[in-house]
Nanobody, 121 residues
Framework: QVQLVESGGGLVQPGGSLRLSCAAS????????MGWYRQAPGKQRELVAD???????SYADSVKGRFTISRDNAKNTVYLQMNSLKPEDTAVYVC???????????????WGQGTQVTVSS
């Protein structure tokens, strides 16, 4: 079992910054992916960014150059630094962890409860 605790959401003005954190506890495999999804009203949930256990990253086109994902493997924590925030970034941001069993096709997917990010003047 894996538990995810998110923090860092809030209300900011356009152009502002926020740093989201997600601390994972429980059985985290050595091979895993940690990331952030977001869902806004009326929109499909989308992948914002993720990072593998060997530090490979990916980003949605809409956030490239503005957001940075990072992780601390010793703490099983993933961070999302969000700069130059826009109103369209407003959403519930949800932490995700995927455990991967190397040598098999087993994957286990875990989700946090989400943290609200609101970008508004």
């Amino acid at each position: 079992q894996v538990q995810l605790v998110e923090s860092g959401g809030g209300l900011v003005q356009p152009g502002g910054s926020l740093r989201l954190s997600c601390a994972a506890s429980g059985s985290i495999f050595s091979t895993n992916v940690m990331g952030w999804y977001r869902q806004a009203p009326g929109k499909q949930r989308e992948l914002v960014a993720d990072i593998t256990s060997d530090a490979n990253t990916s980003y949605a086109d809409s956030v490239k150059g503005r957001f940075t994902i990072s992780r601390d493997n010793a703490k099983n924590t993933v961070y999302l630094q969000m700069n130059s925030l826009k109103p369209e970034d407003t959403a519930v941001y949800v932490c995700n962890v995927v455990n991967v069993k190397v040598g098999s096709r087993i994957r286990r997917d875990y989700w946090g409860q989400g943290t609200q990010v609101t970008v508004s003047s």
